[in-house]
């Protein structure tokens, strides 16, 4: 009999690993269901994981309204400006999370309704190494899986622990809101909110940016297209190149915060009714007793297996581990995870998981939706790789003109040995629709010179067309290409 604790068990990452390890060992002649005893661990209230309740699935709820509204907002063709009545607004996502998340709890409770499987409803903690105390009770599994998914990053900054300040999570049930705020963080989280409490509430926004753009990792005309769309068209005032030295409270009576910025080598004060935290999220081990342990979380504490460095029967998946915290990443992870647990109990060498990156930043309100799958041209150069690299304006496809969003790019890195697809990236309307897609193309290291060229239909996947028969043209045209044929894989249909 083998034993498995999962701590975590309402989350993505842990309800995936449950499901791959009742379904692995029903499967499994050398370890069927009736030599695995499962114990799922959660305290949530009302429980359903991060995602579901706090994340992306309300978020996308809470964007839609204002997206509407900047849409009739933006377009001249139209008369009048709609209100967005965040009342409604968070009804509505309401209802939808608490559907969502009602069906996971009944997911995990049906697990628990098997033989030799067990939900408990409580807190976990170690006590030593692998044993657990849950409640009243105290368990010694022979494995444990960590899935406790993040907490906010609240950076280390002199006085912060003296105001007050807002997160991601407290902006999705705000009704109310702020005549000025300052927000920290302008990465995916801030990128998708700053435009949401500009739209539907129109506070005035500071911005503090550390580095010269947003999007520091792509080429630099993605964080320029960023920086104009949101001065623009949201009033965002955002100061980059800017660093955060301390915090302080602004009155007695108020919550009005006073900071102090470094820009230029000079110091700054910048004051607002409220300060925004959007700075990311860390692991979530507060209280479960870790110490107790031989694990110690830092960088390269779990590893590609879903192992822990320091315990080889204790493994760590989703958010908690540190290495991407994406839904669809957690969830692939806890698979991993469930089939190595299995392989390590009969013995057997761990498979590692690897993913493609995969991520879309639903910015500018999911209007200018950012994509990245696969290489960067940094991170190709970075491997060595000789590539093709080319790019387009979205101004350039009349379509984003007809539909009244010309702004934004994509960019297409093919290897210029074989013609594979290696990664896309757009910041352009529908970019996030055509992610998956290009997930396909690269996935499937599919040659651009044998895509079909089919042109049913003027559409805004367009900019993929133009930058298929642009690479195509590029290959042709390097003596060092390894074409045998000619790039006739992707004409333009007449």
């Known amino acids: 009999m083998v034993h498995v ?6 989350g993505s990452a842990g309800v995936a690993v449950a499901d791959e390890l009742v379904e692995r060992a029903g499967e499994d002649a050398e370890c069927s269901i009736s030599d695995l005893e499962l114990t799922l661990i959660d305290d949530g209230e009302p429980g359903g994981g991060l995602c579901i309740l706090k994340g992306c699935m309300p978020s996308k709820d809470v964007l839609s309204a204002a997206q509407h509204r900047y849409q009739v907002r933006h377009d001249d063709r139209l008369e009048g400006t709609p209100e967005v009545v965040p009342e409604r607004v968070i009804d509505q996502k309401d209802e939808h999370i608490h559907g969502f998340a009602q069906h996971r709890r009944d997911h995990v409770h049906e697990l628990a309704e098997r033989d030799n499987v067990e939900f408990i409803h409580d807190t976990a903690e170690f006590v030593e190494e692998r044993v657990l105390e849950v409640g009243d009770r105290t368990l010694e599994p022979d494995y444990v899986v960590i899935a406790t998914g993040s907490v906010v990053n609240v950076p280390d900054l002199p006085g912060i622990e003296d105001v007050s300040f807002s997160t991601s999570a407290d902006v999705l049930e705000a009704a109310e809101f702020p005549d000025s ?27 503090i940016e550390h580095d010269e753009r947003p999007l520091d990792e792509m080429e630099p005309e993605y964080g320029e297209t960023i920086l104009e769309l949101y001065r623009e068209q949201f009033d965002a005032e955002i100061l980059t190149q800017t660093d955060e030295k301390r915090i302080e409270s602004a009155g007695d009576e108020t919550n009005d915060v006073r900071m102090i910025v470094e820009r230029d080598g000079t110091e700054e004060i910048l004051e607002a009714e409220e300060l925004y935290l959007f700075t990311g999220r860390r692991p979530n081990v507060d209280g479960l007793g870790l110490e107790k342990t031989a694990l110690e979380v830092d960088e390269g504490w779990v590893d590609s297996t879903m192992q822990a460095r320091d315990d080889e029967r204790v493994f760590v998946v989703g958010d908690v581990n540190g290495r991407e915290p994406i839904l669809h990443v957690a969830k692939e992870q806890g698979f991993a995870a469930g089939e190595n647990v299995l392989r390590h109990a009969r013995g057997e060498e761990l498979e590692p998981y690897t993913n493609v990156p995969h991520h879309v930043i639903f910015s500018g309100l999911g209007v200018y939706p950012f994509a990245r799958i696969g290489h960067t041209p940094a991170t190709a150069s970075a491997s060595e790789m000789k590539t093709v690299v080319v790019s387009s304006e979205a101004s350039s496809e009349g379509v984003f003109k007809s539909k009244n969003h010309p702004e934004g790019r994509a960019t297409l890195v093919v290897n210029a040995e074989d013609g594979s697809v290696l990664g896309y990236q757009g910041l352009h309307l529908h970019a996030d629709v055509m992610a998956k897609t290009m997930q396909l193309a690269v996935e499937m290291a599919l040659d651009v010179r044998e895509i079909p060229s089919r042109a049913y239909h003027p559409t805004t996947p367009e900019i993929l067309d133009g930058l298929l028969r642009e690479a195509c043209s590029e290959l042709a045209a390097r003596s060092d290409c390894v074409a045998t044929d000619p790039p006739s894989g992707f004409q333009r249909s007449e």
């Not at 300052?182 to 435009?195: A, K, S």
């Open 5 to 10: 604790a999962i701590v975590g068990a309402y």
């Open 181 to 207: 705020a300052i927000v920290m963080g302008f990465g995916y989280i801030g990128l998708e909110l700053v435009p949401y409490l500009s739209e539907v509430s129109g506070v005035d926004l500071t911005v």
